[in-house]
């Protein structure tokens, strides 16, 4: 054999195992990247319980405010009409309600 024919077969041999080791690369990113996909896709389907979860919760607030809403609109005539407002407002005000009059010592009566 000559020199030309030796170069050619080491180049052919190593051209082989280069390409044996890449496919062997190519297997174990596949594999990785199968786990990859079915970690990422539990992962979205625990999200998306997550949110309807959510969505559950927050329809169920907006139905109960607009019914303490409703109820308020209805009771605000009967308080009004018993004069009970008035006493809610002090009670209110005793416990440092934010009532629109100044205080006694911001008034310059003078």
């Known amino acids: 054999m000559t020199f030309a024919e030796n170069v050619a077969q080491i180049r052919d041999i ?34 998306e319980h997550v949110a309807e979860g959510f969505e559950e919760t927050f329809g169920r607030v907006a139905v109960a405010r607009r019914t303490v809403e409703e109820a308020a609109s209805v009771l605000r005539p009967v308080v009004k009409g018993l004069g009970l407002m008035g006493a809610f407002q002090g009670v ?17 009566d003078r």
């Open 14 to 47: 190593v051209l082989i195992v280069f390409l044996v080791f890449t496919f062997g690369l190519l297997l174990f990113g596949a594999a990785l990247s199968l786990r990859l996909y079915g970690r990422v896709n539990r992962f979205m389907d625990r999200m």
């Open 92 to 108: 209110g005000r005793l416990f440092g309600g934010g009532s629109n009059e100044p205080e006694p010592s911001d008034r310059e």
